[in-house]
């Protein structure tokens, strides 16, 4: 089953996905509201609402407000070695907020107080029902289902401090979506790949995180309960522009296009934000 949320005249509603169109989950607001129903599966089964052509729909992010997003730092084995670190015991973790967000087709706000801007592409899980402390083993059952995310972040930010928040939660500047895809129609090892102006920065297998999407859900379930709703970002891969040599950062007018095969492409022009003052 694929899931999304669209954008109508009328505000935003959730929809399943049917071959090439978008059907309205009736009175369903988005697919974070539909996760909260226990019985969310059966309720996208008997959407009979309005149509879309999914090609021509206007996309909101595929879980527009989520009460907690939390990111995953170096756990891609191949990035961890081009950043000069050693494997790490235990997941380094960050927070998003729900501002940052934005839809598969959205552009990206390149901020006036940052000049390095930097695309990490990564897959995202989705929580289906609250989870505390669970089990590994148990954890796939909290999972409702994948997604694509970019975690745009302004490296100049980033490194101000130890602390890697101030970099990672610009607003308008975290592509995600373009559906919700459930784990019956998704298996880790699928490619995962960026590219800037069609030109190819990162590609690696899904399956070379160093914690999985159970190890995820057990481990931060422990710490605190996640809820239907909520995201994991899981790292992203090497091939970011600010370990290159020279560094490369996303300027004005590029294509940023985020895909994973099996769940969809982003596709968000970069779009330089002019400040209060008037400058560039």
């Given at each position: 089953m694929k899931l999304a ?269 002019v400040d209060h003052a008037?400058?560039?």
């Open positions: 949320t669209i954008r109508t005249v009328s505000g935003t509603s959730a929809a399943v996905v049917r071959g090439d169109e978008l059907i309205e989950i009736a009175g369903v607001p988005d697919v974070g509201a539909l996760l909260a129903a226990p019985d969310w599966q059966s309720v996208a089964t008997a959407a009979d609402g309005a149509r879309h052509q999914a090609a021509a729909a206007d996309l909101a992010p595929v879980v527009p407000h989520p009460g907690k997003i939390v990111c995953v730092g170096l756990n891609y084995r191949n990035h961890i070695k081009e950043m000069g670190r050693e494997l790490p015991e235990f997941p380094t973790l960050f927070a998003k907020y729900p501002e940052a967000l934005i839809g598969p087709r959205d552009d990206i706000e390149l901020p006036a107080e940052s000049d390095q801007v930097d695309w990490e592409a990564e897959l995202a899980v989705v929580i289906g029902k609250p989870a505390r402390r669970v089990s590994e083993a148990a954890a796939a059952d909290h999972i409702a289902g994948y997604a694509v995310l970019n975690d745009v972040t302004m490296r100049d930010y980033q490194y101000r401090t130890p602390q890697w928040f101030q970099g990672k939660t610009w607003e308008n500047s975290t592509p995600f979506g373009p559906y919700l895809v459930t784990p019956d129609e998704f298996a880790l090892g699928a490619i995962l790949r960026g590219q800037v102006d069609g030109r190819t920065v990162q590609e690696v297998p899904t399956s070379d995180l160093v914690f999985s999407p159970a190890q995820l859900v057990a481990y931060i379930s422990t710490i605190f309960t996640l809820q239907p709703g909520d995201v994991i970002a899981t790292g992203t891969p090497g091939g970011v522009g600010h370990a290159r040599k020279p560094a490369e950062y996303l300027s004005h007018g590029n294509l940023l296009s985020t895909s994973i095969d099996g769940l969809g492409k982003l596709q968000n022009r970069a779009v330089k934000v008037g400058a560039n």
